[in-house]
């Protein structure tokens, strides 16, 4: 069975600054995808970020950015010029790829405060 | 907007009691899943259809049932609830092939 630690449970930042998020998971499968999901006061989950793990080259969305290491189990999120609107739940999940069950499986989150 | 839309937004229902939450999913998305998030179980899988089958099941209560109808939308049948299953229920759904799930606005039970 696949698990994924966040062993952050709050953070805060200041407004403009970046912030790293951290998150590990262990799975004895090669081929999976990562994501961060974000989940703000309306306790919307809205996707963020997605990591295929065949892939070396890190992700990018805007602001966002991923530190993959694959031998390490590590899926860290970078937020860079942190904004007030960033101040959420983020959650690491992790599916794996091919078979039958497409399951998320979630990380316990990391709250994440941007200070203005 | 992810696209995904769930009713009704919240519930409150007393123990022992039935409900029907129900989940469109996105236009063209042939999968749908139900996550249950609650305090202290965090977000948990709970059931995938694609196409009307049931694809896979995770730790979904024998209480709990759901479907997945010719239009693609899904509905989660609680019965004989009981004050732990209270929570924020998720749908999600996701294009054939894809491993992105995009998901609704949540359905918040209380069971009083």
């Known amino acids: 069975a696949q698990t994924v630690t966040q062993s952050q449970p709050e953070m805060s930042v200041q407004e403009a600054e970046t912030v790293t998020l951290s998150c590990t998971y262990d799975t004895s499968e090669s081929n999976y995808y990562l994501f961060w999901y974000k989940q703000p006061p309306s306790r919307q989950m809205i996707l963020v970020i997605r990591q295929e793990a065949y892939k070396q080259q890190n992700a990018t969305e805007n602001r966002f950015s991923v530190n993959f290491q694959k031998a390490a189990k590590s899926f860290s999120l970078k937020i860079s010029d942190s904004q007030l609107g960033d101040t959420a739940m983020y959650f690491c999940a992790f599916i794996l790829r091919g078979g039958s069950n497409y399951k998320l499986t979630f990380g316990k989150g990391t709250l994440l405060t941007v200070n203005p | 907007d992810s696209g995904v839309t769930q009713t009704p937004k919240h519930l409150i229902t007393a123990t022992g009691q039935r409900v029907t939450l129900r989940c469109s999913p996105r236009s063209g998305d042939l999968s749908v899943y139900w996550y249950q998030q609650s305090l202290d179980q965090g977000l948990q899988f709970l059931i995938q259809y694609y196409n009307g089958e049931e694809r896979a099941k995770g730790n979904i209560l024998e209480r709990f049932s759901a479907q997945q109808f010719p239009d693609l939308h899904s509905e989660l049948n609680l019965s004989s609830l009981e004050l732990g299953d209270s929570a924020l229920y998720f749908c999600?759904?996701?294009?054939?092939?894809?491993?992105?799930?995009?998901f609704g606005p949540g359905t918040r039970l209380t069971v009083t």
């Open positions: 999600a759904s996701s294009a054939p092939d894809v491993y992105e799930q995009y």
